[in-house]
């Protein structure tokens, strides 16, 4: 049974607050839900970005639980080294084997989709128990907002700037979660912080999974997405009702859809909450990569609908 | 008691491996050290060992794994070459900041470029300031020595580092040799059991390991890391003597060969320096007092110790399979020059670059090179600070 909110409620801190990420930050949200999600001991493996500089500034730590940062492009190689070392004095009895430890990885998109996706995809391949959790805000916040490959069509980061030339970034943002789905991985799924039910079940599910398991987080950055910080919340459940960033999971090879918007809201509501598109909305070039980026959402909603039978 | 076995030294490694029965090994195959991660994959096959062997796709993620393993709570070791180092070498930084006693073997093999499967020793030379520990071995039974002394060194609470036993590409890993293989139950016994130091797998004492650390605090952890370092060559010496009581093979930071009485001596590590010590036969037999200092402790660098060793001599050549580019000389001269000069010598000293890319060195090479120290010995003079051995021009 999946707890409920008074249980989630009640369940231990273990990113306690204190940290230095930005107000209205959605990483510090998706982590507590995340670790939320289990009563079992948790270690955690993290890549170098905003959630990991801001949380640990020593001598300080917002952490109770272990917690260990190597490098940048890695996080899914610690959390597997760890996750050996475990699984290895578990089996020659120097670790009780009643215990369940649970290992996750948090890693930003520069860290999944870009720098760390080697490591990523040879710890999935390898089949260790461990849930790699990418929290998405679309780009380098940690460096001061580069674009990544998870950087949408349009978005004006630092690298991808939006120019008198150029209108932001030119390609789209890669599908990195069916591209995870791709390695028959026991457990991939896509959320947001906004619904907190989903965030949660997809973590419990993916802690009572025996192998890996992969989250992607639409993780809202206020500072890089240049929206109010008190809109975290809302703006991800904006994402999710454009169907710019659907809710679904997969299974065991079984693609299930977690969240149809009674009404699919044109992306421009989206997008016009956020200084990062707002050369978009003017002039005849913005209004042509609109139209692309609403074109791009419904062919891979449409995508989506078809992969989980329900088009 | 120990066996006489025929061996290779990536099979006296991975036998090692196999008696001291890591609890995770993390690695990825390249030439020349391949073998022994094939070898030990076998041994995890068979269930000879109680090893988590964990196949990584890359160098870089074996290294992450492994210092991460270890900072869990438990023994780790890994096998890697040349560029597979290389790749690994952001890591290797951070297990040893972070004191992680992970045993790495390195079979030594040229850097690219050109891409070269052969010997030289630019490998770990590049990685000389990573704070690892490194021995060099001359042969098959020093790597197999070598390799269990590290594990008892860079896991004393004193020490707690990580450290490199190096052997020759090819020419050490590829060799058969006669060597003594020692009993598992002794072998075990020497190094003893693992012992965790605020291991994370300690979830009731939750420990962050590797946060951020800015100015106000970095440069004392590196301060107190700088000063663990003397400990670590206290460590290379007692566990060598150690070792000598039970197995009957002493080890120390190095090994000195008619240094006594020596006018002219070479310095060079790995398996040059068995081919230097038939030389100094050779030439002793002629009556031309030679001598050797065999480095096999590059890290912590024993730079007071090799400045008193040669002492006496005339003239002295540092020998050096890598070239340090832009420098001028190689890397093993340039911090033996300069323990000589705070040392207060003025002993005539030379550089020879050799051997890379596996270029065999012949006797009649290092011959030549103690040729030229008899000249500089009688006039005092270098004329050239350094050269390289039997180059095409
Ligand atoms: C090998 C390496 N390259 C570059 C960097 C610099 N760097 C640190 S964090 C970061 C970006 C992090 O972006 P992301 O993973 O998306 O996390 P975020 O800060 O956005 O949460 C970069 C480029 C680094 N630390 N290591
Ligand atoms: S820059 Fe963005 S991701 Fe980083 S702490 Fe601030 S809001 Fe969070
Ligand atoms: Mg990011």
Not at chain 1, 7 to 29: D, K, Y
Not at chain 1, 123 to 149: F, W
Not at chain 1, 222 to 243: F, K, M, N
Request: hydrophobic share 40%.
């Amino acid at each position: 049974m999946p707890k409920n909110l008074k249980q989630l409620s009640e369940s231990p801190v273990r990113l306690t607050a204190g940290h230095r990420l930005c107000p209205g930050c959605g990483e510090p949200i998706v982590v507590k839900q995340i670790l939320a999600a289990s009563d079992d001991p948790v270690i955690a493996a993290n890549a170098t970005g905003c959630l990991e500089v801001s949380t640990t500034i020593f001598p300080y730590t917002a952490w109770t639980i272990p917690w260990l940062h190597i490098a940048f492009e890695n996080a899914a190689a610690v959390a597997a080294g760890m996750e050996a070392m475990y699984q290895s004095l578990k089996n020659q009895g120097k670790i009780d084997a009643d215990t369940n430890y649970n290992f996750v990885a948090f890693a930003g998109d520069g860290g999944t989709y870009d720098i760390g996706f080697q490591a990523l995809s040879g710890a999935v391949e390898r089949g260790h128990k461990l849930l790699y959790v990418c929290l998405n805000n679309q780009a380098y916040m940690n460096t001061g907002i580069q674009r990544s490959s998870a950087s949408p069509l349009g978005a004006n980061t630092t690298t991808s700037p939006a120019g008198k030339l150029i209108p932001g970034k030119t390609k789209y943002q890669k599908d990195l979660t069916a591209c995870m789905a791709a390695h028959d991985m026991p457990y991939a799924a896509q959320t947001i912080p906004g619904r907190w039910r989903d965030i949660t079940r997809k973590a419990e599910r993916a802690f009572e999974i025996d192998g890996p398991s992969f989250i992607n987080v639409l993780t809202p950055c206020p500072l890089g997405w240049r929206c109010a910080p008190e809109e975290t919340v809302s703006i991800s459940q904006l994402a999710a009702d454009t169907c710019f960033w659907p809710l679904y999971e997969v299974d065991h090879g079984e693609w299930k859809l977690n969240y149809r918007p009674k009404e699919k809201v044109p992306v421009d509501e989206f997008l016009s909450k956020q200084g990062r598109f707002r050369h978009l909305f003017k002039g005849d070039q913005g209004e042509e990569v609109r139209r692309q980026i609403q074109e791009r959402v419904d062919y891979k909603w449409e995508q989506l609908l078809d992969r989980c039978g329900e088009s | 008691m120990g066996q006489l076995q025929p061996l290779e030294g990536n099979l006296a490694v991975a036998e090692a491996m196999r008696q001291i029965n890591p609890d995770v090994v993390a690695a990825y195959p390249i030439t020349p050290s391949t073998e022994i991660v094939q070898t030990f994959a076998n041994f995890v096959a068979d269930g000879e060992v109680d090893t988590n062997y964990v196949a990584v796709e890359s160098e870089h993620s074996a290294m992450s794994a492994c210092t991460a393993a270890a900072a869990a709570g438990g023994r780790v070791m890994n096998v890697t070459s040349a560029n597979g180092l290389a790749l690994m070498w952001e890591i290797l930084y951070i297990t040893a900041s972070f004191r992680q006693p992970v045993i790495l073997t390195v079979v030594n093999r040229a850097l690219s470029g050109n891409i070269n499967i052969h010997c030289d020793h630019s490998d770990t030379m590049g990685t000389r300031d990573a704070g690892w520990i490194q021995l060099y071995s001359e042969n098959v039974q020093e790597c197999y020595d070598n390799l269990i002394q590290a594990v008892a060194i860079g896991e004393r609470m004193d020490v707690r580092l990580p450290v490199m036993s190096c052997l020759d590409g090819f020419l050490v890993s590829h060799s058969y040799e006669m060597l003594e293989v020692e009993d598992d139950e002794a072998v075990r016994e020497w190094i003893g059991p693992y012992k965790p130091n605020e291991p994370l797998l300690d979830v009731e004492n939750p420990y962050t390991m590797g946060p951020i650390d800015l100015y106000d605090y970095y440069i004392e952890h590196k301060y107190s890391q700088w000063q663990a370092y003397p400990a670590a060559k206290q460590a290379v010496i007692e566990e060598g003597k150690r070792f000598g009581e039970t197995f009957g093979r002493e080890y120390g930071l190095m090994e000195t060969l008619g240094l006594d009485d020596a006018d002219i001596a070479v310095v060079a590590m790995s398996s040059a320096a068995g081919t230097a010590k038939d030389v100094v036969d050779k030439l002793r037999d002629e009556g031309v007092k030679a001598g050797l200092l065999k480095l096999r402790c590059f890290r912590p660098f024993p730079g007071e110790e090799i400045a008193a060793a040669l002492a006496g001599c005339k003239a002295v050549c540092v020998m050096d399979r890598a070239a340090s580019f832009g420098a001028g000389s190689g890397p093993l001269f340039h911090e033996i020059a300069a323990a000589m000069y705070t040392g207060g010598q003025t002993v005539p000293i030379n550089n020879v670059i050799y051997g890379l890319g596996g270029r065999t060195v012949k006797p009649a090479d290092i011959e030549s090179v103690y040729r030229g120290l008899m000249e500089i010995a009688d006039t005092g003079k270098v004329e050239q600070v350094c050269t390289w051995l039997s180059v095409r021009e």
